[in-house]
Antibody
């Protein structure tokens, strides 16, 4: 059975960076397209970016361009999301998620990590 | 970016009720629409993909329909475990934007 297990909660000061990990178990990272979604306290879901198999590259939401980097370590089947220049508005639960069954060019997220709370506070 | 607008934002309803949530896209997204359910403190759960295909293991009281710019999620007869927040998401192009959510509350 496939699982996504994320790293623990983080507290960061404004201007700092945070790196959240997402370890894949029961599957191979290279066969999955990992996406990242966040949710601020009491707010809705926001897509940050993810691997597009048709483009063959990671696509970031324009809003985060220049501040976000998504990487993968295939030797450990772990994906990472790093967000820099943190501000209070970045306080949120960050989720990694993936699509376990490909279906043409349709994309959905049917497997999610447990979430990582990132708190940005001075 | 494609804007996704859900209505209503919240709904007070009862067990056994039939509920329909709508999701409108700011431009045509063909059938590239997903629905998720989220309960407090939990990750979202995929209910429906490609506008109308029920995810494996999801009860048949959930159904989705629509194409282009107008989509609906219907729960035929609400059960206690269905009180949650529901989100639509388009995957027609990036960013894969979500609707703002619809919270189902017990009347």
């Amino acid at each position: 059975q496939v699982h996504l297990v994320q790293s623990g909660a983080e507290v960061k000061k404004p201007g700092a960076s945070v790196k959240v990990s997402c370890k894949v178990s029961g599957h191979t990272l290279t066969k999955l397209s990992i996406h990242w979604v966040r949710q601020a306290p009491g707010k809705g879901l926001e897509w940050l970016g993810g691997f597009d198999p048709e483009e063959g590259e990671i696509i970031y939401a324009q809003k985060f361009q220049g501040r976000i980097t998504m990487t993968e370590d295939t030797s450990t089947d772990t994906a990472y999301m790093e967000l820099s220049s943190l501000r209070s508005e970045d306080t949120a639960v960050y989720y990694c998620a993936t699509q376990t069954v490909p279906y043409g060019d349709y994309r959905w997220l049917d497997l999610w990590g447990q979430g990582t709370l990132v708190t940005v506070s001075s | 970016d494609i804007q996704m607008t859900q209505s209503p934002s919240s709904l007070s309803t009862s067990v056994g009720d039939r509920v329909t949530i709508t999701c409108r896209a700011s431009q045509s997204i063909s059938g590239y629409l997903n629905w998720y359910q989220q309960k407090p403190g939990k990750a979202p759960k995929l209910l429906i993909y490609a506008a109308s295909t029920l995810q494996s293991g999801v009860p048949s009281r959930f159904s989705g329909s629509g194409y282009g710019t107008y989509f609906t999620l219907t729960i035929s007869s609400l059960r206690p475990e269905d009180f949650a927040t529901y989100y639509c998401q388009q995957n027609y192009n990036t960013p894969h934007t979500f609707g703002q959510g619809t919270k189902l509350e017990i009347k």
